[in-house]
């Protein structure tokens, strides 16, 4: 049996380094878990001529066949991004018998359920913790401490740029531009950010979650999907006034054989959990049939969080059996929009016989009213009516006493 395990990296960007780095501080603590040494052994780059702190014992190449061809390589680390090259460097690895482990939930969400087919074929691992939520360890958790629990719901922050965005407008009354010029120079956003402020980074994870813990992903076109790209001050201001603060919300519930999934913008009281969550930090609310709600929150991006999350998967891969999804028979569908909400429309709001309008407010000339009603009546008025914006309000039971107007 060989005293070492062989490993090699796919990128070495921000999280690729940083992998490379744990590995070698830790090299002690991994020893000593695993009862191997661990070792780096390739490392797949696009420039091979630019200049890295890499040891010259290591293959650095652009060639991923000669990565593959390591002698007795025993698990591969992707740390690219891009779908179709991701599946086919992670299923020419699967063939040749290696073990996975990646952190790129777009190529997850679009392929996950054939890399997890694959990795059954040749009897091999698939691990993705880094991919949904940097580094909190929410897929260990539902897959190695809960596993009698049925999930029944996940309330979560996906993505630190745009909980770092709505933190900064609130804290500093910046303007949404000035919030992403922010988010951009400190390294939060990319220079092109439409991933995450239009809540497509936070979706994928979410999908990501959904095949794990169901088995299934619902349509993407069923999804309630909306980013944060229209979140103006006053929205913010007004959800102060009422002692709301507005998050990026990512949630999949499941109840009577059915899977519903939404993500978007929603208030939240200073009862929820995710109220506190501020800056660049994830939260992850799992609600089990047994034990309640349980809460962790974290880093949710940056090299040694999500380099942390890979080196625990490495540790999984050989301590840990895999574990099956908790409700492989689930259907998914839409809201049906009949169901009774609570809002906060801010705005212009019209005479509406369909809704109920429990408070309101003034502030600096913009109108701001707390309503209950029918989800697709709310919605249609919002889109049927001129400068006006609502967001749910996540976390409270929907009012249907008469209007209370202070």
């Known amino acids: 049996m060989s005293s070492t395990i062989k490993v090699a990296l796919l990128g070495f960007g921000t999280v690729g380094k940083g992998v490379y780095d744990s590995v070698e501080t830790h ?3 991994l020893q000593s878990i695993l009862g191997k040494r661990v070792e780096i052994v390739g490392i797949l780059v696009k420039d091979v001529m630019k200049q890295r702190d890499i ?3 290591i293959l650095v190449c652009s060639d991923i066949e000669q990565i593959l061809q390591i002698p007795n390589l025993d698990v591969v680390l992707e740390a690219i991004v891009g779908v179709d090259t991701g599946y086919d460097y992670l299923s020419r ?13 777009e190529l997850l969400a679009h392929k996950g359920r054939e890399l997890r087919q694959k990795a059954e074929e040749q009897g091999v691992r698939l691990e993705y913790e880094a991919a ?3 580094g909190i360890p929410i897929i260990s958790t539902l897959k190695h401490l809960l596993k009698v629990n049925s999930i029944v719901r996940i309330e979560a922050i996906l993505n630190g740029t745009s909980n770092y965005i709505l933190s900064d407008i609130r804290e500093n009354k910046s303007l949404f531009r000035d919030a992403l010029i922010q988010a951009q120079e400190k390294g939060y956003a990319e220079a092109n950010p439409s991933n995450d402020i239009d809540g497509w980074d936070a979706f994928y994870k979410l999908m990501v979650l959904s095949e794990f813990v169901y088995g299934a992903q ?3 076109n069923q999804v309630a999907h909306r980013g944060i790209r229209d979140v103006d001050l006053t929205h913010i201001v007004a959800a102060d006034s009422f002692g709301y603060r507005l998050k990026h919300v ?3 519930e499941y109840q009577d054989g059915v899977v519903k999934a939404a993500i978007e913008p929603k208030f939240v009281p200073s009862s929820h959990p995710l109220y506190s969550v501020e800056g660049v930090d994830n939260a992850v609310i799992i609600t089990g049939d047994l034990i ?4 962790l929150q974290g880093p949710g991006a940056g090299a040694l969080p999500t380099a942390s999350a890979i080196i625990e998967d490495l540790v999984n891969v050989f301590q840990v059996s895999d574990r099956k999804t908790l409700h492989p028979d689930v259907t ?5 929009g009949k169901e009774v909400q609570e809002w906060l429309l801010i705005g212009n709001l019209l005479d509406s016989d369909s809704i109920i309008i429990h408070q309101q407010k003034e502030i600096d000339g913009i109108c701001s009213s707390r309503v209950s009603g029918e989800e697709h009546e709310i919605r249609k008025l919002i889109e049927t009516s001129s400068n006006l914006s609502g967001y749910r309000i996540e976390g409270v039971e929907p009012k249907s006493k008469e209007a209370l107007v202070v």
């Open 332 to 336: 998914f569908e839409t809201t049906t």
């Open 93 to 105: 690895a699967m063939d040749k018998g290696i073990h996975v482990i990646t952190a790129n939930k």
């Open 55 to 57: 040891d010259s014992n």
């Open 27 to 29: 090299q002690g603590r």
């Open 250 to 252: 990512a949630s999949i």
């Open 132 to 134: 949904v939520a940097g």
């Open 292 to 295: 309640g709600k349980l809460s």
């Open 218 to 220: 619902p349509a993407w």
